[in-house]
């Protein structure tokens, strides 16, 4: 087999599919802005996002504090979780 592994690539969108689906409510028409202390698991996200189809998500590019400090906008209510199809 060559270097990609797409059995493994799918299952964990799969996964990434039912964390964010079903778990955080999240949907293809939900924005997701995307940051982290490096920035390495925010574009690694990104781009598996990107890829399995999610168009609305971006980089945060600067920090938190300045985020807030420009009063954009922050979601403040809690996502409720889908319920489990199973045990």
Not at 4 to 31: P, S
Not at 39 to 51: Q, V
Request: net charge negative.
């Amino acid at each position: 087999m060559g270097p990609w592994n797409t059995v493994g690539v799918r299952r964990r969108l799969e996964a990434q599919e039912e964390l964010f689906g079903r778990q955080l409510g999240i949907d293809k028409d939900t924005m997701v802005v995307l940051y982290d202390d490096s920035g390495e698991d925010a574009t690694r996200l990104f781009w598996e996002l990107k890829y399995a189809g999610h168009d609305k998500v971006a980089l945060l590019f600067g920090s938190w504090t300045e985020w807030q400090a420009e009063k954009l906008p922050v979601e403040k209510k809690t996502n409720k979780a889908a319920p489990a199809l199973c045990c």
